[in-house]
């Protein structure tokens, strides 16, 4: 049947948004590969370190027509660490969207598993190749260009935009967001939000605002050590780390919580690595080492699990006639996760709709990222992309209609509330 005619389409802001965005593949490409060619290795994987990529980045945006960009860097044993800030003013200036991407890049690796230079950008087809074209290049050249359609198109965001490049996330962050918090706190405001383009998954619908505690911890058992072939003269250190071991998978019933946020729901605590006792077979080891990862739900203590593992290695000690030492190598309690209906994450829930037609939720992840220092400080913050997860591995790459569209998501979410209209 036919329709009956209608008025022509209105033509809406993020029309022109995305329309503009996909005009610009071949420059965001340009962009891709002059970020590629400077190795920003940080200096404790060997590398040199972010200045050079900083200096192009600061003089390219400045070509562009961003306003000045604020570089605020740190040093570390001699070598520079630079943070650039460029701020574009919104409606609303008392508050600010930071879109934050990272600068340094992990090391290729062995180079003989890269088809192709990991520092020069290999196109192929849609396919783009590259050392940091995933981990962080897509969500910076996305930042950038999202915020260079608002400003040629002449649209105002809803807040200022704030667009941050730090150093150093790839070794703790130190010297990146965390020396920045630390040591220009007046950079942020109370009402900011932060946006994380620096994790993802394949298909967009990963929007992660909430992580586990961390907590790492070596186990020692000591006992004594004798020939296997008198056993009752010693006291065999390595079948008390085995039954410790045992007795351990009782803090999965212990700390019994469930969260559905998270995959999996529940707080783990899983032995991994097993340290090598004697040499030979015919010896009773006098001394066992063994380490555990916990990833701690936020609603749960640290300090309790702490309590109920101290309890299960006095038992053990008893039970065994060994002693237990226990020691934290890493500890990182949860930060408050960021709330599922703070505007921030429905905003990007609503872009990913729009862009990407996929059906976005606000999840959990087992804990490490970035974000984490940012929810501790108080702010919103967000980590989303979408990828296919290839950073740190050779032949890293990403898809060019990800990059582009990505960018379209930042674009809407930088336009605030009313993007829908
Ligand atoms: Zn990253």
């Not at 900083?54 to 961003?66: N, R, V």
């Not at 400003?151 to 935009?161: N, Q, R, S, Y």
């Not at 108080?378 to 960018?407: C, K």
Request: aromatic share 8%.
């Amino acid at each position: 049947m036919p329709r009956p005619s209608k008025a022509p389409k209105e033509v809406t802001p993020f029309d022109r948004i995305a329309k503009w965005l996909d005009g610009s593949r071949t420059r965001m490409m340009d962009l891709m590969a002059e970020l590629t060619k400077r190795n920003a290795v940080g200096p404790a994987n060997g590398g040199p370190g972010e200045a050079e990529k900083a200096d192009f980045l600061e003089s390219y945006l400045a070509a562009e027509g961003f306003p000045a960009a604020t570089r605020l860097t740190a040093m570390c044993d001699g070598v520079a660490r630079p943070n650039l800030l460029v701020r574009l003013p919104g409606r609303d200036r008392s508050r600010c969207l930071w879109v934050m991407t990272h600068l340094d890049v992990v090391p290729p690796g062995n180079l003989s598993e890269w088809k192709s230079d990991p520092f020069a950008l290999r196109v192929e087809g849609e396919k783009l190749v590259g050392r940091g074209v995933e981990d962080n290049h897509q969500g910076l050249v996305g930042s950038v260009f999202a915020a260079r359609a608002l400003l040629e198109l002449g649209i105002e965001p809803a807040t200022d935009v704030g667009l941050l490049f730090v150093a150093d996330e790839e070794t703790g962050s130190e010297y990146g967001i965390r020396w920045l918090l630390a040591q220009h706190p007046t950079l942020f405001s109370a009402g900011d939000a932060f946006l994380v383009p620096d994790a993802g998954n394949e298909d967009g619908s990963l929007v992660e605002v909430a992580e586990k505690a961390i907590l790492w911890l070596k186990f020692r058992t000591v006992g004594r050590q004798v020939h296997a072939s008198t056993p009752q003269l010693g006291v065999n250190a390595f079948v008390a780390a085995s039954h410790l071991v045992v007795r351990l998978r009782d803090l999965y019933q212990r700390f019994e919580q469930r969260n559905p946020i998270f995959d999996p729901p529940m707080s783990t605590f899983e032995p991994t690595r097993k340290e090598r006792n004697v040499e030979n077979i015919n010896t009773v080891p006098g001394e066992d080492l063994f380490f555990m990862d916990c990833r701690i739900l936020p609603e749960v203590s640290v300090e309790e699990v702490l309590q109920a593992i101290r309890t299960l290695c006095d038992e053990v000690a008893r039970s065994q006639r060994v002693v237990v030492h226990f020691d934290t190598v890493q500890r990182e309690d949860a930060a408050p996760p960021t709330p599922a209906d703070a505007p921030l994450v429905q905003q990007v829930i609503h872009a990913v709709q729009k862009v990407y037609r996929v059906h976005a939720r606000p999840r959990g992840i087992g804990g490490g990222t970035v974000a984490s220092a940012l929810r501790h400080h108080g702010f919103p913050a967000v980590v989303w992309s979408r990828m296919d997860e290839t950073g740190h591995q050779p032949n890293e790459y990403i898809w060019l209609s990800n990059l582009v569209d990505d960018a379209k998501v930042f674009a809407l979410v930088m336009m605030g509330a009313d993007a829908s209209k």
